[in-house]
């Protein structure tokens, strides 16, 4: 039995965003770290839905009393995510979240066949057999595709200091006239991929979101000045983890070691800022992200696997 009635609502401000990112350390706090998305694969899409698609239909947040329950989105590609507070699992939230995205997509798909109508993905953590079964009960089934490792380091062990390769430098963005530039460098890591479409003012928006941190937006600029590397982190300071995503370096300058040093720095930043661990997500075939995040002395400690319907 739960103390208050369950009620939805349409996303409205970035006070929910707010909301969002503190259940998710909240529950992270509460069922262990790995049950849940972290701060940083949560924040992206949400980004992403807030610039490209109206929040007010694509995200939808479930309410106990004052307290945040649940939330779900329905994304591009289309992409289906949701979470609720360890406490809610099982009341129902999930039902009502699949129903809610169900109807919004059939909505798109009349709208915008064309964009809405592949097939629809979610995910699961393997040790999560809870929700599994609710995916498969709901008609999705095992993909492969975008399946990811998720790797934690703790901050005490040493951190490798290596030099940079003469002229390049390690710093943060510097405030909003980089944010052009800051943009063009994740296009080019990420294209054609969907995750790529982001212009200056999209940046912009991101560079204001609750929970960006100028500190851990960390670029490695070139001898001319241009970013060659860089590695975005968030800070989930409930549960003293530093989260890095996306993470990417300019094909012309890759086995450089310029991603090592720019996560290096965003691990030394972390350690600082009291931080005790830091997390990173990434494709199960991604093989030379799993070796530069090993490199910098990350393990596998568990997968999210992808269902599609
Ligand atoms: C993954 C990626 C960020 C690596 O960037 P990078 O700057 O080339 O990596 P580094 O030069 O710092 O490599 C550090 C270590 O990682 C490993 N590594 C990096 N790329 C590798 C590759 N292609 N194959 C095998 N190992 C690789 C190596 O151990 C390397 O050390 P070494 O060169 O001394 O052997 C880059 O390939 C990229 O931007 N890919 C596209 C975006 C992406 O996948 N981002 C990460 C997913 S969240």
């Known amino acids: 039995m739960h103390p208050s009635p369950v009620i939805s609502r349409s996303y409205d401000s970035e006070d929910d965003l707010r909301l969002i990112r503190g259940l998710l350390m909240e529950a992270r706090a509460r069922a262990g770290i790995w ?14 839905a807030l610039r490209h698609l109206d929040p007010r ?4 947040l479930w309410f106990a009393g004052e307290q945040l329950a649940g939330y779900a989105f329905l994304g591009e590609d289309p992409s289906f995510e949701w979470e609720i507070l360890t406490d809610y699992r099982d009341s129902g939230i999930e039902t009502e979240a699949t129903e809610w995205m169900d109807a919004r997509l059939g909505e798109c798909r009349a709208a915008d066949p064309g964009k809405w109508s592949g097939p629809i993905v979610a995910g699961a953590r393997q040790d999560d057999p809870q929700r599994i ?5 709901k008609g999705f ?35 909003p006239a980089e944010a052009p530039a800051r943009a ?7 294209s054609p991929w969907s995750v790529a479409r ?16 100028p500190e851990l937006d960390l670029v490695v600029t ?3 000045g241009a970013f060659a590397a860089y590695a975005n982190g968030w800070l989930d ?16 300058f890759r086995r450089l070691g310029l991603s090592r040093a720019v996560m290096a720095e965003g691990l030394r930043r972390m350690r600082t800022l009291g931080m005790e661990r830091a997390c990173v997500s990434t494709g199960m075939k991604n093989a030379p992200a799993i070796a530069l995040y090993q490199s910098l002395g990350f393990t596998i400690v568990n997968q999210y696997l992808e269902f599609i319907r």
Request: no cysteine.
């Open 35 to 48: 049950r849940y998305p972290l701060i940083a694969e949560t924040m992206w899409p949400v980004f992403m």
């Open 57 to 60: 239909r694509h995200i939808r």
């Open 133 to 137: 079964a609710f995916l498969e009960e």
């Open 141 to 175: 089934r095992r993909g492969g595709e975008f399946s990811e490792f998720n790797l934690i380091r703790p901050l005490t062990d040493p951190i490798p200091e290596r030099p940079l390769p003469p002229g390049f430098q390690i710093r943060p963005v510097s405030g």
């Open 184 to 190: 063009a460098i994740h296009r080019d890591v990420w």
């Open 198 to 213: 982001i212009d200056g003012q999209d940046y912009l928006h991101l560079m204001h979101l609750p929970g960006y941190k």
């Open 222 to 224: 070139a001898p001319d």
């Open 237 to 252: 300071e409930r549960n003293r983890i530093g989260d890095f995503g996306p993470v990417g370096a300019q094909s012309a």
